[in-house]
């Protein structure tokens, strides 16, 4: 059963990259119109500096970033199957939407690189010489790792979701843990990116042709597929767990709102999800005195009020 379910998903996921390359395609020239620009300044910066690292060409990442939204807006609509995808609006409205919530995931993302770079490498050559701190290099490895699920989520979740910085990374946080089979099939698919273009690369026999193939690869090719193949792994589970997470928090909401107005029936709604069976497992000693705040699904409420829930709830059950 798994394996039927896991030939369906990779069937649909090269359905969806072959119906829609040409829109990918032209992703990628958007987005490589400023990637072109910044990385070209910062090369300039690099050897006019004469520092000549690898760090300065590492700070394109963080004015790019906010452009990179407009990638993750198209493939997100890419992989939930949309039908009628204008490309250049759709990124030119992700970027404008987001971009600067994700100039500021530029600014972690490039300090999540710089730590992870030189941690690995400075624990690498001190565990040649002690072979303790090659446990250290081991924990620096395991961040790393983590930080790259972080960022499997962070992106799609703010394009897809008006929610603030603080949970977007929590949730992202957790989802590293929670959702790690699906981590695992977006690392597995960059792999396989990683091959194609490593293969494109050993095709080229002078230092000119590998320039031009990997000038190629980038402005035409890897970011808009690399963000569909990490969509296509994480995008579903996300949303349906902070889709159904914003549901019961707005069900409660209009619960708690309907008893501070004194109205203690609620009206159905067929479209927001029954909460019945959460409040009848509310664990909460009613024989106590006072009226102090419960902490209850991520959020504050009353004693009183928490009873007259659940109380509800127990009637339309037995209803």
Sequence with gaps: MASEKATIALTKFFSLLFHNFSKLLLTNILFGIPLSLFFGIFWLINTLSGLNSIFILFLTVIPLFPFYAGVVQVTSHIVRGEKSI???????????????RFFVHGIVFYLAIFFSYYSIVLYSKMGEQNGTFY?????CILISVFFLFVFFYVPPMTVTFDISMKNIYKNSALMTFGELKHNIFAVFG?????????????????????????????????????????????????????AEKDKKSAGIDKKMENRRKG??????????????????????DESKDGDEYIF????????????????????????
């Design 190 to 242: 960059l792999f396989i990116l990683f091959l194609v273009c490593v293969t494109v690369l050993f095709c080229c026999y002078t230092e000119i042709a590998v320039t031009i193939a990997t000038i190629v690869l980038m402005l035409f090719f890897v970011p808009s597929v690399m963000s569909f193949i990490i969509n296509s792994a994480v995008y579903r589970c996300m949303y349906s767990i902070i």
């Design 263 to 284: 109205q203690f029936f609620d009206e159905e709604d067929d479209d927001s999800p029954s909460i019945i069976e959460d409040f009848n497992n509310v664990e909460i």
């Design 86 to 100: 204008n490309v250049a609006e759709d990124f030119i409205s992700g970027v404008k939407s987001n971009f600067l």
């Design 135 to 139: 446990a250290l290099l081991a924990v």
């Design 296 to 319: 209850y699904n991520g959020k504050m409420i009353k004693r009183s009020v928490l009873i007259k829930l659940k109380k509800d709830a127990q009637k339309k059950e037995g209803e």
